[in-house]
């Protein structure tokens, strides 16, 4: 079965820097999507991206966040001044359709800010 | 909006014993019901999901899960787990229309002892 991949597998950086999460969706996939999932906690929806565009995101995707399909494969999500509470996985998805098809999770980044 | 509810944050089974793992959710629009699971250092997979028609669905791994409308219920379940079912197990709901995002339970973590 065709796979999300998603690089680094870890990823640790300082309180204030950037950091940029890279995934590879599946190639026929329309829509992508990053969830993060806090130790211990629910996974949280970030943001869905269709079209070139940011179709739907939650509250915590504030202006720190941001989301980029620079080429035809990639989709990255940027961090751009990590705080500790940011420290967690990070999912990506992708799926071929919108509201009845499934999500193909890559097997995250974990995220550690210090 | 919507939201889910897992009743319990951890089921211990003995192997080849049933187990049900308990889902609720809350939506004002119609939604489609999913179960997920994600095995140690890896994202997460569909198990099964709900769309319409008949209540009973049949997954992956022997996994079944029944919608319950007037209860507002899909409970996953399973005759004989195995070892290998060890995983943690997310409920999700997603809407028919109007949105992007699914979201996910706080899990389950299924624990089968030999």
């Known amino acids: 079965e065709p796979e999300v991949t998603q690089t680094p597998s870890h990823q640790v950086t300082q309180m204030g820097q950037e950091v940029i999460l890279r995934c590879v969706p599946i190639?026929?996939?329309?829509?992508f999507y990053w969830y993060r999932q806090i130790l211990g906690q629910k996974v949280e929806f970030l943001v869905s991206?269709?079209?070139?565009?940011?179709?739907?995101k939650s509250e915590i995707f504030d202006d720190q966040f941001s989301v980029e399909r620079p080429d035809g494969s990639n989709f990255t999500l940027k961090i751009r001044s990590t705080k500790l509470e940011d420290s967690a996985m990070y999912f990506c998805?992708?799926?071929?359709?919108?509201?009845?098809?499934?999500?193909?999770f890559g097997s995250g980044t974990q995220l550690s800010v210090l | 909006a919507q939201s889910v509810t897992q009743l319990d944050s951890q089921v211990p089974v003995f192997e080849e014993a049933p187990v049900e793992l308990r889902c609720n959710y809350s939506s004002s629009v119609s939604v489609y019901l999913f179960w997920y699971v994600q095995y140690p250092n890896q994202g997460l997979q569909l198990l099964l999901k709900y769309l319409s028609g008949s209540t009973l669905v049949k997954g992956i791994n022997g996994f079944e899960a029944e919608f319950n409308k007037s209860q507002t219920s899909f409970h996953l379940r399973k005759p004989s787990v195995h070892i290998s079912d060890t995983a943690e197990y997310f409920c999700a709901v997603r809407p028919y229309t109007g949105g992007f995002k699914t979201i996910f339970g706080a899990g389950t973590r299924l624990f089968v002892k030999a």
């Open positions: 190639s026929n996939h329309l829509y």
């Open positions: 998805a992708s799926s071929r359709g919108k509201n009845n098809e499934k999500l193909f």
């Open positions: 991206f269709y079209n070139n565009e940011i179709s739907e």
